[in-house]
């Protein structure tokens, strides 16, 4: 199994703990109780993602484009994109989503780890996110993920268990795919993935450390947000939407910046579909104070410092972009009729 970074800020709100509550150790303990065998972090898949979209907007600098990159983390987004915005294909990245990627990883490169065959293994998500669900059943991800369960689903399942997550100790996530940084965190929060991004695309499109790894145009909870940040004498102009009315709004705009991220759900994955209720801006506000303030928790902040992807790389897919990453992390997308 494996959780996404918005759910440990949200789930000890079915369990009567105060809004923005980080429950990662209770919220491991809790699925190893239920009898999973290994509890993973989508997390890492988050800081891959970063290696994998990273480079591609590199490539993209150097090569002059298409512009702007679009990043993808989204289903609900992609299906609109399908649906509506088929002109955009060649501006997406064609990155899966972190949590695709470790379902994918988990059937490849953990498997091999420990001599196990691919189809004796099961992936279960979970998700803040009812999206999700369609996500993991397109053709072309279906066998990275088996199952999804939201937040939500995920607190139902636990009381059926009966267990109790205030008095859990906490645990860890299991090796090799539970390391993770800062920056994969704030992917929960809208602007997350923005910020994660940048701050490993200027340090290996510079080559300089990035000093200040906030980035703070890219934060808040405002429906449409702009900014911009130097790489190596070129300014890139970047741009994060939530909601569809913002998606809408800003596409209008588009040709003004370099690289946009787009969330279906306002103030991002934090306020998704499968979160406990209410998702009013008090309880945003709550979720993503604690999404950053974990962040800055972290030794490491940025996606490329993560050992544990470092050694993935050594040992199994060779560099990022290469053509292993491609055939297992990348995918494509389809022309969908609106009915």
Known sequence: VQTAPSVRVALGEEFGMPQGSIVTGKMVAA???????????????ADLTIMEEGTEFLKRVKN??????ITTCCPAWIKFMEHFEHKLFP?????????????????????DKVGLNKKDIVVVSIMPCTAKKFESTRPELKS???????TRELAKLIRTYKIDMTKL?????????????????????TGGVMEAALRTAYELGT?????????????????????????????IKFAVASGGAN????????????????????????????????????????????????????????????????KLYKEFLGEPGSERAHKLLHTHYHKRDRF
């Open 64 to 69: 002059g484009g298409p512009f702007p990159m």
């Open 169 to 189: 100790k906490d645990e860890k996530f299991d090796d090799p795919l539970g390391e993770s940084t800062g920056a994969a965190l704030i992917f929960g929060a």
């Open 144 to 150: 990275d993920v088996d199952y999804v369960l939201t």
């Open 247 to 310: 998606i809408r709004k800003l596409l209008k705009e588009k040709d003004k910046y370099h690289f946009i991220e787009m969330m279906a759900c306002p103030s991002g994955c934090i306020g998704g579909g499968g979160q406990p209720w209410p998702t009013n801006k008090a309880v945003i506000k709550k979720r993503m104070e604690a999404i950053y303030a974990g962040d800055k928790g972290f030794k490491l902040r940025k996606s490329h410092e993560n050992p544990s992807i470092k």
């Open 31 to 45: 699925l190893r109780k239920m009898g999973f065998d290994k509890v993973f972090d989508t997390n890492f898949g």
């Open 207 to 235: 080559g300089k450390t990035l000093k200040d790894v906030d980035f703070m145009a890219a934060r808040g909870t405002d429906g449409i947000k702009t900014g911009s940040v130097d790489l190596d004498g070129k300014t």
């Open 91 to 111: 501006n997406m990245s064609t990155c899966k989503s972190p949590h695709e990627m470790l379902g994918n990883l988990a059937k490849s490169y953990y498997a």
